[in-house]
């Protein structure tokens, strides 16, 4: 099981490096996250052992991720409607001489 | 999910051994839920940034060394089939094979540290490190707002491989001296590394494949 597991994440982890290099636009980005979800969900059931876990243990585990989907949405929801606020580019580091 | 390395007396609070491993686990988990809203906060701004910035900061991304975080992520995935190979062991009675399993795991931690410096040193040299050595008249000041958050990002999962490494080369030892501390589990240890493991898989695109095209 182990095995089968880790040869699968190589697999993503192989396919999402090679479509890094494709020029595919805006899409680019939701495929490398909808891989990433791919290999995290492999690593919960199986390594983290979900899989044969209790009701509350899942629920436990779910708790974060749902937390961290109110945490993004309502990020979102307020820097998308601020197209006038933007942080005025300039370098903070001292000049090198 | 019984754990014969807990001890065979648990605590005075618990009912019996299995409800004993039920509660670390849960507590495991909860803890984890903190971990997830902390690292969450900094792909937040990640998000925040890459809406903002766009173009700015994609360009920025691809000043990362891609080569050296495949490899790391690679280092990492293998690292947490070798802590999969010990709790599996551990659920075998095999305590040689934990033990080493386990050394593995550690010794992949330290290959992921020693590459992750090297990236960091590489950084270095180019004039990419924000407010120490930041060359402005060669990048924006996108790409230092990047290498901040970069900074930030790596650094904070660093410094929790490095405590999971801890505490992994003591159970290792522990295991092979017949001499784990009582309340230590390798299972739960396990959950710790594993999401250490799913945090760098998130980094992994958002750094090093960001503005590999075009």
Redesign the interface.
């Known amino acids: 099981m182990?095995?089968k597991?880790?040869i699968g994440?190589?697999l993503l982890?192989t396919l999402?490096?090679a479509v890094?290099?494709?020029?595919?636009?805006s899409a680019?980005?939701p495929i490398?996250?909808a891989?990433?979800i791919a290999?995290?969900l492999l690593?919960?059931w199986?390594?983290?052992?979900l899989k044969g876990?209790?009701g509350?243990?899942r629920a436990?585990?779910a708790?974060?991720?749902l937390?961290?989907l109110i945490?993004?949405a309502l990020?979102?929801a307020d820097?998308?409607q601020r197209s006038d606020v933007?942080?005025?580019?300039?370098?903070?580091?001292p000049?090198?001489p | 999910?019984t754990d014969e390395t807990a001890s065979p007396a648990p605590g005075y609070q618990y009912a019996d051994a299995a409800q004993a491993s039920?509660v670390s686990?849960?507590g495991m988990?909860?803890f984890?839920?903190?971990?997830?809203?902390f690292f969450?906060?900094l792909?937040?701004g990640y998000?925040?940034y890459r809406?903002?910035?766009s173009d700015?900061w994609i360009a920025a991304a691809a000043h990362t060394k891609?080569i050296l975080g495949?490899a790391n992520?690679?280092v990492l995935?293998?690292s947490?089939?070798c802590?999969?190979?010990a709790?599996?062991s551990q659920d075998a009675k095999a305590k040689r094979a934990t033990s080493l399993w386990l050394a593995a795991t550690a010794i992949l931690g330290l290959l992921f540290i020693a590459i992750k410096s090297y990236e960091y040193f590489l950084e270095w040299k180019e004039?990419l490190v924000?407010?120490l050595?930041?060359?402005?008249?060669r990048y924006?000041?996108?790409t230092?707002l990047f290498f901040t958050w970069y900074f930030c990002a790596t650094g904070l999962h660093a410094l929790h491989l490095l405590i999971g490494i801890g505490f992994v080369v003591f159970a290792a030892i522990g295991i092979a001296r017949d001499r784990l501390p009582a309340g230590m589990s390798v299972?739960i240890l396990?959950?710790y590394w594993?999401?250490v493991?799913?945090v760098w898989?998130?980094l992994?695109?958002?750094i090093y494949?960001?503005g590999?095209?075009?």
């Open positions: 182990v095995l597991v880790w994440l190589c982890l999402t490096t890094a290099f494709v020029p595919l636009g680019n980005l490398a996250i891989i990433a290999k995290a690593v919960l199986f390594f983290m052992e876990s209790a509350l243990v436990f585990a708790a974060g991720f937390w961290l945490l993004l990020t979102w820097y998308s933007r942080v005025p580019v300039t370098t903070i580091s000049r090198t | 999910m039920e686990t849960l988990w909860t984890l839920a903190t971990e997830v809203l969450g906060a792909v937040a998000f925040s809406i903002w910035y700015e891609v495949t992520t690679a995935l293998t947490s089939g802590m999969a190979m709790v599996w004039h924000p407010a050595d930041f060359d402005p008249s924006g000041g996108v230092e299972r396990g959950l594993h999401f493991d799913i898989i998130f992994f695109p958002l494949l960001t590999r095209n075009g």
